[in-house]
């Protein structure tokens, strides 16, 4: 491709944008429909309470929690397969089930995998075959063949705001078309989605494209559409250490914030351990706010997401309903933004909408029994916010060094030398060479930390906990632990036996 | 008839027993002796008070979920499965109303006709009607230790009987009977139980302990301060009768800074009046009681009850909880619901252990206000009584020191109003007679005038009105919640 923008941590020029933007909306016919005017005066005619970035920030004044499903992935599909109508019209009454029934605040949609592998062909043929048959063959929400037609029929059949999850290396012309028709919110990230999600995406395009999306974001939020980033903190979604969270989706979330986004919402990623999570959440709004105001966007409105566990989930719905419960217990005593909810039947397959219905009310109980609730200091919460946040300085200080002030700069570098690294990322380049464990109070902590550049007191202070582990178990300190880790909180435990 | 807190003479007790097996022709089958060998041939584990000790010494929270049916067959079953699919350390008979109330007659007239129809006409375990064999059939089938459920003015055939069939546990006192009974007299009621308490005695100096276990059912509406003293004070009546080993059970109300301060003073406060009157040798533990109010008929919304309130049971440092289950909105629960309990509750007690909850400066004021109060109230209590709890308990029932909010029972004063406050934690609206301390009184009053500028209203009882509309749907928390 020729004529890209440099790689690095600068606002695109209008130039830059609207070259690229040419070349996106020609790889498929219904980027064509997309028009920036015309958009902005459909998005003129929608409420402000369906707007993501609108509910984020009322939610984070009033000091509210809100809820949004985790996952409806091809759920939708195979009721169009069931009852023989159109995926549009499976997706509409599903998200209203989990609306209705669930109370969710916020309704999101998942990109089916021949759209995140940007494959819109294969895509069609199947939206053909779905149409015709009376069999679903998507397993998720095809944006782009259904166009911006397709995606304002679900704006205008549902009353919450709504969110693309991708996942996608490049989601270009899905937002594209997505932003011209009333969504608001995309989980994103561009070191981010291939750590999470894939095995060779070059790391330059994955930024380049997660810095389209920004900057598209950017000019919609400029136009009187607020956009919200949520900064995708799930990773492998297996044992991370919160410092390797917050470090991933604060440097995103500059990353993101360089094209002019002004709402930005990194999530973090529930450990299970209630004193880490309250000290993850509240170090990584305090971190962020930081450094957005010392990379000069202090005008950026920072909310937090808490992911509730992305790991193996119970079979047994009752143990579901605990961790569940658990898990928002910490997001409310926390005080995140908003919290993403795990169905109860996760580990079985495919979750009903009323699987997530019941999830969300049970979260939403939570919400409600600890609305008026602070989870206040102690010293065993200052310790556990003291090294979540001087680990994470390290690791972003260290990237904004190594880029001599410019993050993106950094990150290519960082990845090399593992300055920058996740435990049992997909990824191939990435340097692989962490291995957390839990201690004995399940805590995640680095049984290895590699080569991030970890302050000693830490490195010490992870040592010692496990070694207390050790101790106390009579196991030596090695990755069987962490084997054994792996499955313990859907077994019911947090560190394994 | 003088009721005193001493213990009574063995051979008062001894006499007085002939009346109480003589109710029920299965009485006649109740020999302590034969009774004394079998507790001591038990397995190990199989005895609750060693279990709630244990318990208590390792920071570990038991589960008891609650059951009973008429058939002997199914009651095993049940448990059996309790015990195998719910890993439920302590397992119940709940006994049923018939039994209670001493119907031993129409209880017996009720287990034949649920054999004829196969299926139970009762809600509860007839223990009387099927006598030591048929428990002892019960005990044997099963690998935990049993625990009778009731609470009446008068279970002293029903504690005979379980007892000597191998029954460790035995729930009730006095106190609690308040909401249960309409016009016995206080002096009756603590008869009758000093009764059960002396035979559990008796048991504990043969070297067999019998755990008792105390707690007011209307937990949902009275203020902690004032639950616990009156589950101490069903703790000290036992400990007058020789039985050492005493649960304390407190109801969770939801407000989390409440539950967990009442759970670590009721047990402090337990500890503190055993000591000052001499029952060196007592064993205090504490039980949480999961949310005793009416429960959301929405499976999600149960859930999120009974995993707070084993969040609540760990951090408040309980050995032991009693759960409730998912489909506690329709009735008696399946034995698959509460199978579910356990297991949501197991889990949370898991989690929970391993996150303390921060001693903070609103838990240490709640914890604070509570010793004040329960000091106060009992201190007054030994005074009316002249040093002597029992005589001190019966005045303070007459005079109102000791008002139990609701109580069906005439001879309560019903002067007392309680109301939540704008966190959800309960306070006194109106304290009536009880003996408050000043700065008790202000903080209840700063903290409901809080919620009155939130609602817009002065405090009335038309708070409390809302408050006990709210307890029918589940836990009455959050913006909202309890106006009407």
Known sequence: MKDQPDLRMHRWSDEEFQAMRGEVLGTWPTGQEVHLDEAVAYLRTLPPHQNQAWVLKQALTEGRTVMQPSNLSDLPGKQAAREGIAVVDAWIKVLLEVQNDGQADVLPINLDTYTREINYQMAELDVEESRGEGRNVLNGFPVANYGIQGCRRVREAVDRPLVVRSGAADSRLVMEIAWASGFSDVPCGGIIMPTSHHKNVALADSIRNWQYVARLGAWYTEHGWPINHEVYGRLSGTLIPPSICLSYIIIDSLIQAAQGIKFVSPGYTATGNLIQDVAGVRVLKRLADEYMARFNFADVTVSTTFYQWTGAFPYDPARSYALICWNSMAAVLGGATQVIVKPVQEATGLPTAQANAQALRATKAVITMLCNQKFPGSPELAEEMHYIEIETRAIVNRVIELGDGDVVVGVATAFENGVLDCPFSCWLPIANKVMPARDVNGAIRFLDHGNLPLPAEAVKFHQNQLEIRSRLSGKALDCDLTAADVFAFSEGRLTGR | ?484
């Open chain 2, 1 to 484: 008839m003088e009721i005193l807190q001493r213990k009574w003479d063995l051979d008062y007790f001894v006499a007085e027993r002939p009346a109480v097996l003589a109710q029920w022709p299965t009485g006649q089958g109740v020999d302590l002796e034969e009774a004394l060998a079998y507790h001591r041939g038990l397995p190990g584990g199989r005895n609750a008070a060693h279990a709630l000790a244990a318990a208590k010494a390792a920071g570990r929270v038991l589960i008891q979920p609650r059951a009973g049916v008429a058939l002997i067959e199914e009651q095993i079953e049940l448990l059996r499965f309790l015990q195998d699919h719910g890993d439920a350390d302590l397992l119940p008979s709940t006994i049923d109303s018939y039994t209670r109330n001493r119907r031993f007659a129409e209880a017996e007239a009720a287990r034949k006709e649920s054999l004829d129809r196969g299926r139970s006409m009762l809600n509860g375990f007839p223990s009387v009607s099927y006598g030591v064999k048929g428990c002892r059939q019960v005990v044997e089938a099963l690998e935990r230790p049993l625990i009778v459920r009731t609470a009446t003015p008068d279970f002293r055939l029903g504690a005979e009987i379980m007892l000597a069939a191998g029954y460790t546990g035995h729930s009730h006192g006095a106190m609690g009977d308040l909401a249960y009974s309409k016009d016995t007299s206080m002096e009756e009621i603590i008869y009758n139980w000093q009764y059960v308490d002396r035979l559990a005695g008796y048991y504990e100096d043969n070297g067999c302990p019998v755990s008792r276990e105390h707690y007011i059912p209307l937990c949902s509406v009275v203020p902690p301060g004032h639950q616990i003293v009156v589950t101490v004070i069903d703790g000290l009546l036992q400990m007058g009768q020789g039985a050492n080993h005493c649960l304390l059970g407190y109801g969770q109300n939801g407000s989390l800074h409440q539950d967990i301060a009442a759970l670590q003073v009721m047990r402090e406060m337990g500890e503190e009046y055993a000591a000052r009157l001499g029952y060196t040798n007592a064993v205090v533990t504490t039980s949480l009681h999961q949310w005793m109010g009416g429960f959301p008929e929405d499976e999600a919304k149960a859930y999120s009850i009974i995993c707070a309130g084993a969040a609540v049971a760990a951090w408040g440092g309980a050995s032991m909880t009693i759960v409730k289950t998912p489909d506690e909105a329709f009735g008696v629960p399946t034995r698959e619901a509460n199978v579910q309990g356990c297991v949501a509750t197991r889990t949370i007690l898991e989690y929970a252990a391993c996150s303390a909850f921060p001693e903070t400066e609103q838990l240490r004021t709640e914890a604070e206000m509570l010793r004040h109060e329960v000091r106060a109230v009992m201190d007054r209590v030994l005074d009316l009584g002249e040093g002597d709890l029992a005589r001190g308990v019966v005045a303070s029932f007459k005079a109102g020191v000791i008002d139990i909010p609701f109580s069906p029972n005439q001879h309560n004063r019903a002067r007392v109003m309680p109301v939540r406050d704008w966190s959800g934690a309960f306070r006194y609206l109106d304290p009536g007679n009880i003996p408050l301390p000043a700065t008790v009184w202000e903080y209840h009053q700063e903290q409901v005038a809080r919620r009155g500028e939130l609602e817009g209203r002065k405090p009335s009882y038309n708070m409390t009105i809302a408050d006990i509309y709210a307890l029918s749907k589940g836990l009455p928390l959050g913006a909202g919640a309890r106006l009407n």
